[in-house]
Structures are given as C-alpha cells and as structure tokens.
C-alpha cells in the first residue's frame, strides 16, 4: 500500500497580500466547479528535492480551497531507486542506461504500487518517472491521470524514452516545465501537453522573511564569518549541479578577493542513491579548505538553515550544466540576492541576463561575474530588487495553484 504523506494546514488568504487579491479571488473562481473532488498526488519521495517541497505547499491549499486533496509517496526499495536515478540522468542524455534486470525492478515496483493504490479518485497527478507506470496497473481506480515531468527531456538518451513513451502517452494529459523539454515521439499526444513552470511558497520556513541579524547568527553556528563575503549554493550533490564547477569558480574569485567564503548546501534524497558518493566527491575535491563549508541535512541543515545562507549570501548561485527548472534560482531571487545559474533549463525563464542575475556558462564566467557583483555593491542590490520582482510576479504557489485549477477544470474530472 502507498504511503499517506501527512501535511499541515495553509491558507490562500494568507498570500493576497503578496500576490494580490486578483490572483487569489481567480483562485476561487476557478476552485467552485472542483469542489469535493478527490485529487491525489503521488511521488518517489516526501523530502529532498523540489517536488517534495511543492507538494507540501499545493495539496493543503488544493484543501483550503475545497478539494480532497492527498498525496501518496510509492513503495520502493534500493535496487529501485539505483535504477531510477540511472533512468533520471539517461533521460537528461547519459549515455548509461538501465538493463534488462533494472528494467524488470522498475516494471516489478510499479505493478506493485499500482495493486496498493487504494480509493476511488477524481484525478491521479503522478510525478515524474519512478512511478510512471500506475497508470498502466490501476487505470480504472482513477477518472482521469497526469503525468507530472519535472525533468528536462528534450536530448534523452533514446533507450529509455522509447520504453517510457508509451507509458506516457496512456495518460489523459502531461505537464511541463516547458514547451522544449517534451521528447520527441509524442505524436497525437502532443494535444494533451501542458506547459506549467513550478513555484515555491513565499511562506515556508525555506523562503519567509528572514532578517540579516538572524541570518548571521544561524551561519555562524556552521563556522561562516558575517563579515567576510559568501557565495552560496543550494542544491542537490550532483553531477548536474556541478559542484565540481562551482569550487573552480571559488578559487578563481579569492585569487582577487581572497577572504570569500563558500558554503555548498544540499540534501540527501531517500530516492538518490548516488548522492552520497556525488558529496563524498565534492568534499574530497575541496581540499579540507576552511572557508569551503559542504553541508546538507545530515550536518542538522534544513529548510531555516537554508533561508540564512541564502539571505546572508552576497552572491547565490546555481551554475548547473543540465536544470529541470532550478528552484534554488526562485528561492535565492525571492530573497533579493544577486544570483548567478547555468544558462541551461529552466534557470533563463527565471534569470534575464544582466537584469535580475546573470547567466554563465562555465566557471570561468561564473567567477568574472562574482567577482563584478563583489566589487560594485549596487550592481548586487539592483540586481536582487528585480529578481525578486520577477518572483514574485511568475513562480509563486498561488499562480502554480491557479494553473493546476485550470488544467483539472478543462480536463473535467
């Protein structure tokens, strides 16, 4: 049987004020034809990672709203996860992809999350590829099905995208991050493709209002210097993320400003097993230097710990070579910090280039831009007013929350 995520209680009211009253009353205009429908959300994991986090926010306001809203997390076990982390990065373009044994793992678990489904539902939204194939063993316990990528498959390795394919277009429709990211070989089901970006929530312990005293005070539990500048990013420990990269990029800017500080801070996922290996690397590459902390949730770093490195950070970045979406990038924007991404993925509909951040392609770029905002403070402070601004007008959970009212409407569960 799947596993019931416990959420708390959120209310829309609460947002007007930051997303103001026309978006909430839209809300609820388009919540009245959906009430007391029952819309289940099903994912790999209940922590680590954006979908998670969305999902915290999404489902109790789909409650506040009228719906019955739950959120199921699939059963799985180590051999399963190995191999849907090997499927994630060959859906991104690795070259490596699954076997025969790892193929028959997948379609096992699968099978059995769909025999555990339990209840009848309006609406079954399953996120991204681990539990893709529900809809194929439990079809008739729900009225319509989306699929949810939040992955970029836009250049996949083709083994595993012919194998998912099929499953995907079973589905009454699918949702994007964008309109690039959908694979080729659609076919008709290219008329059931949404494209909805994600969001965070202004509200959250990650993302509320967090002042600079407070924000020093958490980061020098974790050794950082408030008087000294820090580069900060947030992210998953992976090859994407390139952490490797973002230590280049480092040293190069204390070859001028010497006394920069850099904190790397991540998650350990309970569906990414490479994690582990991908932080043990990055530590190792860091080379016991001081001023290079390397922190995620296993040092006691969670989602407040987060807000005050991002708030007490002179420059955030997220220099990834391959990004879903990247909502580090929103989260360091709603802040007002000066940030620096990868200009791959979602990251440009989020940074516009000189305007609310800067785009990068290598390390080198990276550290030339850092290097820039560290000598002209009003460059940074310019930069995070209109970064903020272009958060909270486009990736905010309300406008998220009205865009999945929307598709459920037209899609008529």
Same mark, same amino acid.
Request: charged residues 25%.
């Given at each position: 049987?799947l ?34 429908k $029952? ?5 790999a ?11 915290? +926010?999404?489902v109790?306001?789909? $409650?506040d709203?009228?719906l ?6 699939i059963?799985g076990?180590?051999?399963?996860f190995?191999? +849907?982390?090997?499927l994630?990065?060959?859906l991104? #373009?690795a ?7 790892q ?5 096992e ?32 316990k ?5 699929? =949810?990528?939040?992955?970029?498959l836009? +250049?996949?390795n083709?083994?595993?995208?012919? $194998? ?22 659609? #076919?008709?089901?290219?008329?059931a ?18 002042? $600079? ?7 020098q ?5 408030p008087?000294?500048?820090?580069? @900060?990013q947030v ?5 994407w ?18 006394? @920069? ?7 350990m ?12 690397k990055?530590y ?13 949730n ?13 708030s007490?950070?002179d ?7 391959r990004e ?11 802040? &007002? ?7 791959? #993925? ?10 609310? &951040?800067?785009l990068?392609n ?6 030339? =831009?850092?290097l820039?905002?560290l000598r002209?403070?009003?460059?940074g402070?310019?930069l995070?007013?209109e &970064? ?12 998220l ?5 929307d598709?459920?409407?037209?899609i008529? @569960?």
């Amino acid at each position: 049987m799947l596993q019931e995520v416990a959420i708390g209680q959120k209310s829309l009211a609460d947002y007007a004020s930051i997303v103001g009253r026309e978006t909430t009353e839209r809300i609820r205009e388009l919540a009245e034809p959906l009430r007391g429908k $029952r819309v289940l959300h099903v994912s790999a994991t209940a922590f680590g990672g954006g979908v998670s986090e969305i999902l915290y +926010t999404i489902v109790p306001l789909m $409650r506040d709203i009228g719906l019955d809203a739950h959120w199921h997390v699939i059963f799985g076990k180590e051999e399963f996860f190995e191999a +849907t982390k090997l499927l994630h990065n060959s859906l991104q #373009g690795a070259p490596e992809t699954l076997s025969d044994e790892q193929w028959a793992v997948f379609d096992e678990i699968n099978q059995i999350n769909a025999d555990g489904l339990e209840g009848e539902w309006d609406a079954v939204i399953v996120h991204d590829p681990q539990p893709i194939g529900l809809r194929r063993g439990a079809a008739h316990k729900g009225g319509k099905w989306i699929w =949810r990528c939040h992955i970029d498959l836009s +250049t996949p390795n083709p083994a595993p995208i012919a $194998r998912l394919l099929p499953l995907i277009e079973e589905y009454d429709a699918s949702v994007w991050h964008m309109s690039q990211y959908v694979p080729n070989g659609m #076919g008709a089901h290219r008329d059931a493709v949404n494209i909805i970006p994600p969001a965070i929530d202004p509200l959250s312990p990650k993302n509320m209002a967090f002042s $600079r005293e407070d924000a020093a005070f958490i980061c020098q539990q974790f050794g950082i210097d408030p008087e000294r500048p820090l580069i @900060t990013q947030v992210s998953r420990f992976d090859p994407w993320k390139d952490p490797i990269g973002v230590i280049d990029a480092y040293r190069q800017v204390t070859e001028q400003v010497p006394e @920069t500080q850099l904190a790397m801070v991540g998650s350990m996922a309970t569906d990414d097993p490479e994690g582990r290996e991908y932080f043990q690397k990055t530590y190792e590459y860091a080379d016991n230097d001081p001023d290079i902390k390397i922190l995620s949730n296993l040092n006691n770093v969670g989602a407040i710990e987060v807000n005050a490195f991002q708030s007490q950070s002179d420059i955030c970045l997220q220099k990834s070579i391959r990004e879903g979406f990247g909502l580090t990038v929103t989260e360091a924007l709603w802040k &007002g910090r000066p940030t620096i991404g990868g200009n791959v #993925g979602g990251i440009p509909l989020q940074i516009e280039d000189g305007i609310s &951040g800067f785009l990068v392609n290598s390390p080198e770029e990276c550290a030339a =831009r850092s290097l820039e905002i560290l000598r002209d403070p009003g460059l940074g402070k310019t930069l995070g007013r209109e &970064g903020k601004e272009h958060a909270r007008r486009l990736f905010l959970s309300p406008r998220l929350l009205r865009d999945w009212l929307d598709l459920l409407n037209r899609i008529e @569960t």
